[in-house]
């Protein structure tokens, strides 16, 4: 029945502390409201038995009622109906270039390193809903799989759908990936752009140089942050294909071009974070969603709608209705 009410006076609601010492004084003093008249006989009287002076309370409790409105009125109840709107200040266009070589199935994260990193992308994107973000899939070569959007729900559906595949060429073509990733934001009319580069290997495939690749993301602005995945030694990943189809796997030593990755954060302003494990592909997410802050500004709108005025007019009614009593039916008794 309060929901939705606050009262701006609250320190009224003392007053209703009066009210147990009201009813104190009332049982102490009603009895000689009525006067008294001794007689040593009532012969010759004839005796009524009326109900109107056992209902004589009513009166006392009508007041009690009247004011503990009146106090409830004074505390100012109210309703509060808040409306916001948000305004993007400074939108981010963000391209996430994914390598999808099959050793990024290697099992050195859980399940494995491309599962791993769905499932943080996906929560990284739904950080973001101020922004729009768009995939680039890479290995030997590039291609986009989804073009900047604002609707996270189609670029989460498309990072799901990400696999390893046959269908793009064996090899790791960071740079084809890094310059896929340009071309996606190349034109666009945000305040910043992004690109979250991230590889588990070398670069051995492609025609573009991924320090071309550089040159052209500063050129048009863009700021790239690189991750190299897999952990420090050896990794369970796929040497071969079974038979039937299935990967088999095998120790091999972890090869990251970190001084690629590094360069390539350096020159365009960005940032290169090693990922070894789950929790630390996790935190490095975390920290670029920090570094990338979308400036968005809130307004406010309050509604308040005063409560009080009901209260008053049936405080009222509740006086007139004991006045009316008093001095009508109860009249004889008063």
Known sequence: MLEGIEFLNKEMFWLFLLLPLAIVWFIF????ETPELKMSSVKG?????????NLKPLLFMLRLLALAFLITALARPRTVDVSSKTKTTRGIDIVMAIDVSASML???LLPNRLEALKKVAAEFIQGRPNDRIGLVEYAGESYTKTPITSDKAIVLRSLRDIKYNTIIEGGTAIGMGLATSVNRLKDSKAKSKVIILLTDGVNNSGFIDPKIASELAVEYGIKTYTIGLGTNGMALSPIAIKPNGSFQYGRVQVEIDEELLKEIAEVTGGKYFRATNNKKLKEIY????????????EFKFYNYEEKYRPLVILAGLLILLELLLRYTLFRSFV
């Open 29 to 32: 003093t009603h009895k000689k």
């Open 45 to 53: 009287f004839k005796i009524g038995n009326s109900w109107l002076p």
């Open 286 to 297: 975390a920290e670029i969603n920090k570094l990338e802050k979308t400036e968005v500004e």
């Open 106 to 108: 290697a099992k050195d």
